[in-house]
C-alpha cells in the first residue's frame, strides 16, 4: 500500500464545509486529531510513516466472519458442487446448461441476474483454486475440487485467511481497475492512438488504486483510534482526509474536489463491502437530483448526513488492511504485543515505541497478575539512568493509578528511594496517604525527571510543555533555584533547563535557565 501524505484540516467543520457534503455536525479532529504525525520538522519523503497498533479480533473470529460473507461462502458450496469434476468450457466457466443449476443451488434464483451472481461466486472460486481446471484424456474440459477446499469447508483458520485475503486483493484490484475504464468522452477522444490509449488508462488505474489504498490507511488509522462503536466515517469527512492539506481550511475548489473524491470512492468501497471488509452506505442517488442549495440548509439529522455516505472498516478489513501494510514493509503492530513478557520487557518496548498505545499495553500487562506483585515489579523495572528511563518512571506511576490501593505497599517500600520517591510519594498522598515531603535533592531530580518525560513523550505538543514552565517553583530569585537545578546528577538536565529558557515567558527566568543549561552541559561534558 502507498503511504499516504499527511492532509488532516485542523478546523473542517465550518459553516462552508456543511453546504458542500461536508455535515457541519461532523468535527475531523475528534475522528482523526488522535493521530500524532511524528517526524513533522522532517521532510515529508524522508519522514516514516506510523502506523498505529489496533486490536484484533482472534484468528477464530476472523475465520469465521470471513466463512460468512456471502460470496466466500457461495465460492466454497460451488467448490463442493463441483465433486467429484463438472464439465467447464475452455475458458474453465460453467456450461450454459449448468448455470440456472448453480444459482438455484445458492439460492440466487434462477433468473438472469441469479445465474450472473453465481458466475462470480464460481470465477471467485476459480480465482482462488479452489476448483482446478484440466483436460480429460477425450478431451473435455473439466473442473475438480482444489486442495484447499476440505480444510476450508473445517473452518481451518489459516487456510479460510489466506482465501480471504486473496478474494479481497483481487476485488481491491479490480475495483481501481474498473474506475480506471472510466474515462470521459472527452479522454477518450484525445487518446486516438491504442498505445497512448492504454498508457492513459494503466496511468488512471494506477491513480486509482493508490487513491483507494490511502483511503484504506485512513480508516486503518482512524479505527484504531476510534471509541468502540464510534469507527464510522462519514464519506465526506473521508474524502476530505484525503484531499485537503494540513491546517488549511477546505475553500470552494477543494470542496469541490471532496464531492468529487466521494463519487469516485463510493463504487470501489461497495466493491470491498462485498467481502465484509467494509460496512459502506452508499450516497443517495436521489442527492444528485435535488437541487444543491437545500443540501446544507440548517443543520443535518444523522439521517439526513448519512445519506452522504458511511464508511466502517470491519475487524476482518483491519485484518486484511494490517497485512498488506506488512507486505509493503510497514511496521504495522497489534495492541497487547509489547505486554507478553515481564515488567522490565513492557516497560522498555512501550518507551521505546513510537506507534504504541501505552495505556492499552499497560493494562493488557496487568490483565491476570497480582496486583501488589504487579506494581513492585513495576517500580523495580523503573529504576535507571538510561535514555528511556523517565519514560519509564512516568509509565510505572501511571500504571499505580490503574491498580489503586492494592498498589500502596509497593509504593512505600521506594518513598526513599532518589529515582522513584518524589513521584511516589505525590501518588500515596494523592491516594489520600500521609506521607512526608522528601528531601530537597529528591525534589529536584523529581522536577527534572518529570520534565524530561514529557519532553521525550509530548512530541514538541508546547501546550503541554508551556504548562509544566509555568508550574516550576520558580521563586522571585529565579538564579537561586536553577543555581540548584543545574546541579542535579541526571542525564537530561541540560535539555530540560535549555528548554525552560525557551519556553519561559518571563525573560528574566529564561535567561537564569538558559545560563544553568550552559553550566550542566559543561558539568555533563566535564
Known amino acids: 500500500m502507498s503511504g499516504r501524505s499527511s492532509s488532516t484540516p485542523d478546523n473542517p467543520s465550518d459553516n462552508a464545509a456543511a453546504e458542500r457534503l461536508l455535515p457541519a455536525d461532523y468535527d475531523l479532529a475528534d475522528l482523526y486529531g488522535a493521530f500524532a504525525a511524528h517526524g513533522q520538522d522532517e521532510d515529508q519523503d524522508d519522514a516514516a510513516v506510523l502506523v498505529p497498533p489496533v486490536l484484533l479480533p482472534s484468528e477464530r473470529e476472523l475465520a469465521d466472519a470471513a466463512l460468512a460473507v456471502p460470496l466466500i461462502a457461495h465460492a466454497l458450496k460451488l467448490a463442493r458442487w463441483a465433486a467429484p469434476h463438472r ?33 462470480r461466486a464460481w470465477s471467485l472460486a476459480c480465482d482462488l483454486d479452489l476448483v482446478e481446471i484440466g483436460t480429460t484424456e ?89 471509541e468502540p462503536g464510534e469507527e464510522t466515517v462519514p464519506l465526506g469527512v473521508l474524502a476530505a482526509l484525503l484531499v485537503v492539506p494540513e491546517g488549511e481550511e477546505p475553500d470552494e475548489e477543494l470542496l469541490g474536489d471532496i464531492t468529487d473524491l466521494m463519487v469516485t470512492l463510493d463504487p470501489m468501497l461497495a466493491d470491498l463491502a462485498e467481502l465484509g471488509l467494509l460496512e459502506h452506505r452508499p450516497i443517495d442517488p436521489e442527492l444528485f437530483e435535488e437541487e444543491e442549495a437545500t443540501v446544507g440548509e440548517g443543520e443535518l439529522s444523522d439521517e439526513e448526513s448519512a445519506r452522504f455516505g458511511l464508511v466502517r472498516l470491519t475487524p476482518l478489513g483491519q485484518y486484511g488492511v494490517r497485512q498488506w501494510l506488512l507486505e509493503e514493509g510497514y511496521d504495522a503492530p497489534l495492541v497487547g504485543e509489547l505486554a507478553q513478557g515481564d515488567a522490565e520487557a513492557l516497560l522498555r518496548g512501550v518507551s521505546e515505541t513510537a506507534n504504541v498505545l501505552p495505556e492499552r499495553e499497560v493494562l493488557i500487562w496487568l490483565a491476570g497478575r497480582e496486583p501488589e506483585a504487579a506494581a513492585r515489579e513495576l517500580l523495580e523495572a523503573a529504576r535507571g539512568t538510561d535514555a528511556y528511563s523517565p ?70 505538543e508546547a501546550e503541554v510543555l508551556h504548562r509544566l514552565v509555568s508550574e516550576l517553583p520558580v521563586t522571585d530569585n529565579p538564579a537561586s533555584y536553577f543555581g540548584e537545578l543545574w546541579r542535579v546528577r541526571h542525564p537530561y538536565t541540560a535539555d530540560v533547563l535549555e528548554a525552560i529558557g525557551e519556553l519561559h515567558l518571563n525573560r528574566t527566568v529564561a535567561k537564569e535557565a538558559r545560563k544553568a543549561a550552559f553550566k550542566a552541559r559543561s558539568q555533563q561534558n566535564g
Open 87 to 119: 464439465p467447464v468450457d475452455e475458458f474453465g466457466d460453467l456450461l450454459g446448461s449448468d448455470r440456472a443449476p448453480a444459482a438455484e443451488l445458492l439460492g440466487l434464483g434462477a433468473d438472469e441476474d441469479g445465474e450472473v451472481e453465481a458466475m
Open 138 to 226: 477425450a478431451g473435455e474440459h473439466v473442473a475438480i475440487p482444489g486442495p484447499d477446499l476440505e480444510p476450508a469447508e473445517a473452518g481451518d483458520e489459516e487456510t479460510v485467511l489466506e482465501l480471504w485475503l486473496t478474494a479481497a486483493g483481487i476485488v481491491r484490484e479490480l475495483s481501481a481497475e474498473a474506475d480506471s475504464l472510466d474515462l470521459d468522452d472527452e479522454e477518450a477522444e484525445a487518446e486516438e492512438d491504442d498505445e497512448a490509449r492504454l498508457a492513459a488508462v494503466e496511468e488512471s488505474r494506477r491513480a486509482a488504486a493508490e487513491l483507494l489504498d490511502e483511503a484504506l490507511q485512513v480508516l486503518y488509522e482512524t479505527t484504531a483510534f476510534a
Open 391 to 460: 519514560v519509564r518512571r512516568m509509565l510505572s506511576v501511571q500504571a499505580l493509578e490503574v491498580i489503586g490501593e492494592a498498589a500502596r505497599p509497593a509504593a512505600a517500600e521506594v518513598v526513599d528511594d532518589v529515582e522513584l520517591g518524589g513521584a511516589v510519594r505525590a501518588w500515596l498522598r494523592g491516594q489520600g496517604q500521609e506521607v512526608a515531603a522528601p528531601e530537597r535533592a529528591v525534589v529536584l531530580w523529581t522536577v527534572v525527571d518529570g520534565f524530561a518525560a514529557q519532553l521525550l513523550t509530548s512530541e514538541g
